[in-house]
């Protein structure tokens, strides 16, 4: 995920608001789908999840209630050792897309 000030920078898409949010999948640099949902943190998750290249899912916990639930923190889970996996797995194939055999190129 990056932040963009299209007023301030030449952006190759067309913008039409602010914020404008837009998902580039790995593997298709040229092929942006933008989102149009509202702005909740559960909403962009599925938005990734199901435009994404790799359909990762995420999901949300409130610090406060995991720590006065006596629960373990999500990073000490298995289920979180497996999207860790799962993320590292898919950042590498981001790269691969990105830096491909002609070397760095930017978005």
Excluded: W
């Excluded at 949010?21 to 593997?27: D, E, R």
């Excluded at 990734?48 to 409130?62: E, R």
Aim: hydrophobic share 40%; charged share 25%; aromatic share 4%.
């Amino acid at each position: 995920m990056a932040k963009c000030d299209a007023t301030l920078n030449d952006v190759p898409d067309e913008i039409r608001g602010f914020p404008t949010i837009k998902l580039y999948p790995a593997g298709k640099k040229n092929a942006p789908v933008e989102y149009s949902g509202d702005r909740s943190i559960e909403s962009l998750i599925q938005f990734i999840k199901d435009k994404g290249t790799h359909g990762i899912a995420a999901s949300v916990m409130d610090p406060v209630q995991v720590q006065e639930q006596g629960q373990a923190a999500p990073a000490a889970t298995p289920t979180a050792e497996g999207v860790k996996e799962k993320v590292a797995k898919a950042a590498e194939k981001v790269a691969d897309a990105v830096m491909g055999d002609a070397g760095h190129d930017e978005l």
